[in-house]
């Protein structure tokens, strides 16, 4: 520690990291985190200086500390690792595809959310929190287009209707670099259509579907989207779920089920598309794989109730009745009920 800068020096890889490592909890304008020094919950970092830490027990501790982050400079682990994946990647869109890992990853965990903490959708924020992130105002989605446009070919950083658009839903390829962003907006929820999908790495042929199977979830639910399936995942924390992005995009969950036949060997299927005629021809098209292949223990189609016509439609409309069903298809398709009739007819 020198005389000319009193504070002790503390050196992380990146500012996530140090949030990480030090329990950060986003307090709006500020974080409190464990001091370094005495290792109590109570030194703070304001968010326009995340280079000062202070420990607030200023009769105890007290400490000042100094953050640095070695990764400006050099190419970060993230980056290099996509450079040898994805060699036809530019250098800025390298570095905008890492930019942008990074700051979805710090918005899912940091970011406080009114519209996810107070139950968005019918959907508690410890359910979501690991797939959406809220960036609270346009002009910070304004912001993530400008960093985004080498992936995007195309600046949406004008466009008001797009900026609109804070919730996001990272989805990531089976290599865990990020793929596709979904767009909703908790600001403007009349905004048509509800949902808009962009591709993140433009030199591949990106994944559409989400996918977070537990290793022991008996149940696994194939729904036509991420809010589906987390409908799901909101009355069992342990079912597995994949999540179309769109129940025309059948093709790739089909050949992932066939592929990995033994990570559903054990697995109860219960197939919950929307209750209309693309919901229906997707149904049939995934249950022809899954017959054809013989994927899985067994396999039932999702039965909504009251007049609904998707699963988070049906939570949020009546929980109990969407719960109740859930736990007799689950017992149901348990019992050896392989061949379930699908009725409809496109």
């Not at 979501?128 to 002009?139: P, V």
């Not at 985004?148 to 658009?165: F, G, H, I, T, V």
């Not at 399936?229 to 909101?234: D, G, K, V």
């Not at 949020?316 to 392989?338: D, L």
């Amino acid at each position: 520690m020198s005389k000319l800068n009193p504070y002790k020096k503390l050196v992380f890889q990146n500012i996530e990291n140090a949030l990480s490592d030090l329990n950060a909890e986003d307090k709006g304008r500020y974080f409190i985190c464990n001091c370094p020094e005495c290792n109590q919950h109570e030194a703070f970092m304001y968010k326009n200086n995340k280079h000062f830490i202070q420990c607030n027990r200023e009769n105890h501790c007290g400490s000042r500390m100094m953050l640095e982050f070695h990764e400006k400079g050099n190419m970060s682990a993230y980056e290099q690792k996509i450079e040898k994946q994805y060699p036809n990647l530019t250098t800025e869109q390298r570095q905008s595809l890492d930019w942008s890992n990074r700051v979805f990853s710090y918005a899912k965990n940091y970011f406080k959310s009114e519209a996810l903490d107070n139950g968005y959708r019918g959907l508690s924020k410890q359910t979501t929190r690991g797939f959406a992130a809220d960036l609270q105002h346009e002009d910070i989605v304004q912001h993530v287009f400008q960093k985004a446009e080498p992936l995007l070919n195309k600046d949406y950083s004008n466009n008001s209707w797009m900026c609109k658009r804070n919730l996001i839903f990272p989805l990531y390829g089976e290599d865990n670099t990020l793929d596709r962003v979904l767009l909703r907006s908790s600001i403007d929820e009349n905004l048509d259509p509800k949902e808009i999908q962009l591709i993140f790495n433009p030199s591949k042929e990106t994944r559409d579907f989400f996918m977070d199977i537990p290793q022991d979830a008996e149940n696994v639910v194939v729904s036509e989207s991420i809010l589906d399936a987390l409908s799901f995942r909101e009355i069992d924390e342990d079912v597995g779920i994949m999540a179309l992005t769109g129940a025309t995009k059948t093709r790739q969950v089909k050949d992932y089920l066939a592929e990995h036949k033994e990570q559903f060997a054990d697995k109860q299927l219960l197939i919950a598309m929307d209750d209309d005629q693309a919901g229906w021809k997707a149904t049939r098209d995934i249950v022809n794989t899954i017959e054809e292949e013989d994927v899985g223990n067994n396999w039932a189609v999702f039965e909504y109730t009251s007049e609904t016509k998707d699963a988070n439609e049906n939570l949020q409309q009546n929980r109990k009745a969407f719960t109740k069903t859930y736990n007799q298809m689950a017992v149901r398709t348990k019992q050896h009920e392989r061949v379930i009739a699908i009725e409809h007819e496109p």
